[in-house]
């Protein structure tokens, strides 16, 4: 896009111009002519350096060096149109004169800088085959403009023909770079390019008609050539200006430019024809000039030739990869004609299916090695999806790319020896330049051992399953004991208990005056025995029903259950120096029946173990938390225990201290443990003997909306 | 205090003996019928006459024949016992058990002490509560 100082630059010169056109047609005085001829070429010449040198000024780095070029170009131009300007107002008008010089750099500047583009936007493989075909294009077309130019060089002197055959010359060659390179790159159509490619050709043009008839005095009116050569002016000024280059890959343009370029040596060829023609038409024409001639048109079809030797080299490359593909790859590629006719067949597909490429190509279709109820499933299968009557044959194989669709399935392969073979074939179109459809390739991979696998392991996971549901039978079969053990504990070893304890007191009350100091402590001890085996299968009962009960998770508060215990326990603990630092804690999502246990076991062993500490604390508080977890620690500076036992505190019946030291069952740890896992959380405890116990333990956590 | 007599169905002869003196030492002097398997109960029940009645029944569940529940289910049918006050007395404190029970219509749970003197303080309680201060129909 233009500036806005662009677009004023640009529509002055505009107005400009079609003023002196306006005014030629009515003034009649050459000398006014001239100078309307000169104003207008002037105009354009030097909006066009300006659009130019100001998007030089704005450009990208990548596009620097070219617009470069294009801006010296235009600025040559410009200097010359202003030179030959002063000179007609002085009337001085000698050939070759100083204009010339600058004017001849203009082709020259684009020239380069397209070259600079071509070097930037294409790869080194493509840049010889640019080169031939330019270099060819360039040849040809300057053949021609000699034939034009040569039989009149005695019509000025050798400097006056130079000059003047270097206007065409220069010219033309940019312009079949021009073309060749951008039919090469097939950059997206755009504006500027092609302005500058009509600038480069009507300049050429026009100067090739004006030095004819220079060399021949012939002058006519010349109006339509000046207009043209301000427009040409300004293409090339506005083209430059908003130069853009993009490569793209679209196939379309690829088919077309392809088919240009393929045609560029015939076209060369063709002029260098024509040319020869020329020399032989034109008797006056010498010998040298017959030469000149000549000899540009053998060049011609020499490059001509060396160019198609390149192309051959290059298609021999990739042919000889596209066969070390097929013959070295893992797959089945198969190819066939419009029609399902293969034609061919790589050797892993040779190997995969028993059958040699001689039996194969140009006899059969692929139809012969597919099994043949699974093509018919298909058909079926395909015509629903694809809403239209298909076949079974070769069609379903082909159905789904023809819709336009991607073609990737699991088929079945019938072997020559009878073997089936599982594969997965990818299906693609095979079209020509101009998009018809000239056959098919199939990519075919064996997936049998895939597919056993897969049956393997669905078998895996069948047994597993099955042995999944025999354990858990069996262990529902052993929780089912368990259960009958724990309610037959409660029942039948309580009541002999209770009958042991109540009898042994009876007893003691009814002849307590007889006994002795020994009997009155016998029966004592079978009272604290009772007592306690009446503890141990409570806690294991506590247990147990840990153990086998589901959980009913609700939203509860330890802070609240602790302060709950505490009062309940005022009583049995008024005798001791303990202090309680109870901090508040969220919610946790937890069966609250088992966090009243937890609660209870937690708190009792603290009480317990800092029996015998003179100032005990007991400290509960949270240790972390994150979005879904609460870790929550107690805390006692009690008698503690050393860390090389941890492992055995959890364990149930497992005692760190003896009996006479702190009473207890091992079940209460025992019981939190199993509370806290059956909640997904985990318990770990830190000690030091003498120091105290800190049991840390994790509980998820109440979401607010539970 | 209600005189009437107190129905103690229990199979097993030490709590049969125990709940006895526990009964004894809370100075509870009513007459005490013991019916130890559940089938008896229930036969028992239904020849009770309703003017004679039960001051209360305490009811074991753990019994032969005929589970505690069915015996409660049973002492509930029948008009002369419908609204005589049955105490569950067992060693289960399992919360099926104690459900259960409400549902097929226990007044009261009480899990049965290990200790004897803790034992004797329950029925000391069961007695004044239930013979004392409650008041059933009819």
Not at chain 1, 144 to 162: G, K, V, W
Not at chain 1, 637 to 642: I, K, P, Q
Request: glycine residues 6%; charged residues 20%; proline residues 3%.
């Amino acid at each position: 896009m233009l500036s806005r100082v662009q677009r004023y630059v640009f529509w002055s010169a505009v107005v400009i111009a079609a003023g002196c056109f306006l005014l030629l047609p009515s003034v009649h005085d050459v000398e006014w002519k001239k100078f309307l001829d000169n104003v207008h070429w002037m105009a354009a010449s030097t909006a066009a350096a300006t659009l130019t040198y100001l998007s030089f000024r704005a450009a990208q780095s990548d596009q620097r060096r070219t617009l470069g070029w294009f801006a010296f170009g235009t600025g040559c131009y410009a200097i010359a149109q202003i030179l030959w300007a002063i000179q007609v107002s002085a009337n001085w008008t000698p050939f070759p004169a100083p204009s010339d010089l600058f004017y001849l750099l203009m082709p020259i500047s684009y020239l380069l800088g397209i070259w600079t583009e071509l070097k930037n936007k294409i790869n080194r493989g493509e840049y010889r085959t640019i080169i031939l075909d330019a270099t060819i294009l360039t040849i040809a077309a300057n053949a021609l403009t000699l034939a034009m130019y040569l039989p009149r060089r005695d019509l000025a002197t050798e400097l006056q023909f130079l000059i003047t055959i270097a206007y065409p010359v220069l010219f033309v060659t940019a312009l079949s770079f021009s073309l060749i390179t951008i039919l090469h790159a097939r950059p997206s159509l755009d504006r500027s390019w092609i302005l500058v490619i009509a600038g480069l050709f009507f300049n050429s043009v026009v100067w090739m008609i004006w030095n004819i008839q220079a060399l021949e005095h012939s002058y006519t009116d010349g109006t339509l050539y000046n207009t043209i050569f301000t427009i040409a002016a300004l293409m090339l000024g506005v083209g430059s200006a908003t130069w853009k280059f993009e490569m793209i890959r679209s196939t379309h343009r690829f088919h077309v430019s392809d088919l240009l370029l393929r045609l560029s040596p015939i076209v060369a060829v063709i002029m260098s024809s024509v040319s020869i023609v020329a020399c032989i038409t034109i008797s006056t024409m010498d010998s040298i000039v017959r030469l000149a001639i000549e000899l540009s048109a053998l060049l011609v079809l020499i490059l001509s030739i060396v160019r198609q030797t390149v192309l051959v080299n290059e298609v021999a490359k990739l042919t000889s990869l596209e066969t070390a593909i097929l013959s070295n790859a893992g797959f089945a590629i198969i190819a066939t004609d419009k029609k399902g006719v293969i034609t061919a067949f790589n050797p892993y597909a040779e190997y995969m299916l028993g059958f040699s490429s001689e039996e194969m190509i140009g006899k059969v279709t692929p139809e012969r090695f597919h099994d043949r109820n699974e093509v018919i499933q298909r058909a079926t299968e395909f015509s629903e999806k694809l809403a239209k009557t298909i076949l079974p044959g070769f069609g379903v194989l082909t159905a789904e790319v023809e819709a336009g669709l991607p073609s990737v399935h699991e088929w079945t392969y019938v072997c020559k020896d009878g073997r089936k073979v599982q594969v997965l074939l990818a299906v693609t179109r095979l079209t020509n330049v101009s998009g018809e459809t000239t056959g098919f390739l199939g990519v075919a991979a064996d997936v049998s051992k895939q597919k056993q696998a897969e049956r393997q392991i669905m078998q895996l996971n069948a047994d597993l399953e099955y042995r999944v549901r025999d354990r858990t039978a069996a262990l529902e079969l052993s929780n089912a004991e368990l259960e009958t053990f724990a309610y037959s504990v409660s029942h039948d070893l309580r009541s002999p208990l209770r009958g042991i304890d109540g009898f042994a007191r009876l007893l003691g009350e009814t002849i307590s005056p007889q006994l002795n100091i020994n009997q009155s402590h016998y029966l004592t001890r079978i009272t604290a025995a009772t007592k306690k085996m009446g503890e141990i299968i409570d806690g294991l009962l506590d247990m147990s029903r840990v153990t086998r009960t589901a959980i009913h998770p609700v939203a509860c508060n330890l802070t609240t259950e602790i302060r709950h215990w505490i009062a309940d326990q005022a009583t049995r603990l008024q005798n001791r120096n303990l202090q309680w630092r109870i901090d508040e804690t969220p919610n946790v999502f937890a069966d609250s029946r088992l966090i009243g246990l937890l609660v209870d076991n937690l708190l009792a062993n603290a009480v317990k173990y800092s029996g015998q500490t003179t100032e005990a604390i007991i400290t509960f508080g949270i240790q972390d938390q994150d979005d879904r977890w609460l870790t929550l620690f107690v805390e006692d500076n009690g008698a503690g225990f050393h860390m090389a036992e941890v492992d055995r505190l959890f364990k149930p019946f497992q005692r760190l201290h003896r009996i006479e030291e702190y009473e207890g069952t091992g079940i209460g740890l025992a019981t939190v443990h199993r509370i806290v896992q059956l909640h997904g959380g985990w318990i770990k405890a830190e000690g030091e003997p003498g120091k105290g116990a800190k049991f840390i333990f994790t509980l998820p956590l109440a979401s607010t909306t539970r | 205090m209600n005189n009437s007599p107190i129905l103690l169905i229990e199979d097993n002869p030490d709590d049969i003996e125990l709940t006895r003196i526990g009964f004894l030492h809370a100075n509870i002097s009513n007459e005490i019928v013991v019916m130890s398997d559940g089938h008896a109960a229930i036969e028992f029940c239904n020849r009770v006459d309703r003017q004679t009645s039960l001051s209360m029944i305490v009811l074991d569940l753990n019994l032969p024949r005929v589970s505690g529940f069915d015996v409660l289910r049973g002492i509930r049918k029948n008009a002369a016992t419908q609204f005589v006050p049955v105490i569950v007395m067992t060693t289960s404190d399992d919360e099926r058990d104690v459900a259960a029970s409400y549902a097929a219509g226990a007044n009261a749970y009480v899990r049965k002490p290990i200790a004897f003197d803790e034992f004797q303080k329950a029925a000391g309680h069961i007695g004044l509560f239930w013979l004392n201060l409650n008041i059933t129909p009819g």
